[in-house]
Each structure stands twice: as C-alpha cells, then as structure tokens.
C-alpha cells in the first residue's frame, strides 16, 4: 500500500477528534500528516500535523494550532513547499486564508500569513507555488453562485498582493 493511499484516520490526544487527515510530506524518514481536527467536548477546531515513523507507523510528534473558525477546508491534494526544513502548505476557514508552517525540527505549527478574503463568500485554496522571493497562492471565493477566482501572493518583505 502506498502512503498517498492512506487516510491517518488515527485518533490522537489532547482529546482531539480527528475529522480529517491526508498525507502532506513524506522523507526519508518519515510521514507527515495534516489535517483538521475538533475538539470532542466542544466546537473549538484548528490544523494539526503529525509526524509517522516509517518503520512503525508511530506518532513520533504532534503539533496542533486552534482556529477561529467553525469550518475549514484543506482540499484533496495539497501542495507542499519545503524550504530550510520548513513545510508551507495552505488551508482555508470561512473567509480566510492561511499560509502554514511546519518546522520539522522543532515540530511547530505557526500561521506564517493570514489574509481576509476581500472577495464576498467562503474560500477555497487550490495551489501553492514558491516564485523567487515570493508565495503565490490561488484561491476561489465563492459566494451568491457565482466562483471568483484570485492569486494571493505573499512577499518574503511583508507586503501582499490580490
């Protein structure tokens, strides 16, 4: 079995009740899993990753970051860049965007950018690209059954563009 096939539908802790998790990076080493998950007493949800040894398949990290949010999307294929030893990958809750990063030795999860989306309606992250000194990041609005489509890109400088 090949370990984009695989679903790690494996409950974790921190009373966490996973809902979702795909493969996001896979090393020499290890498997790394990303997915949303909900709190099993109450409505909190946020991203996590976790880290699976290859030999065993065992949790060997887990990072988790809350969201505001009550919805989330992280699509079927994600698009990971790893740079330095840091993965960025995109999620969407509501009507905002995140640009993610996973330090792979220290096991962190921060929000590296976030971004309202300026265009009415929930959003929908479909690819990421890494273009010289700049993220570029395209996502769909969708509101009033109409799809708007949009490049967000995030400078290394602090500036972003839509």
Excluded at 110 to 116: E, F, L, Y
Aim: a negative charge; proline letters at 2%.
């Amino acid at each position: 079995m090949y370990a984009q096939d695989i679903k790690f539908s494996k409950g974790y802790n921190y009373n966490l009740l996973q809902v979702q998790s795909e493969l996001l990076h896979e090393d020499e080493n290890y498997y790394y899993s990303m997915g949303y998950a909900e709190d099993s007493i109450g409505p909190e949800l946020g991203l996590h990753v976790a880290v699976h040894d290859k030999t065993n398949w065992d949790v060997v990290k887990f990072s988790y970051f809350e969201l505001d949010s009550t919805w989330m999307v992280i699509g079927n294929s994600i698009r990971v860049i790893d740079i330095n030893d840091t993965i960025y990958f995109c999620a969407s809750a509501r009507g905002k965007n995140y640009l993610m990063a996973y330090a792979k030795a220290s096991g962190s999860l921060i929000i590296k950018r976030s971004m309202i989306n300026p265009l009415e309606g929930g959003t929908y992250t479909y690819d990421l690209r890494r273009e010289e000194n700049r993220f570029l990041i395209s996502y769909s609005a969708n509101g009033e059954y109409i799809v708007k489509p949009a490049i967000w890109i995030v400078n290394d400088n602090g500036t972003d563009e839509i």
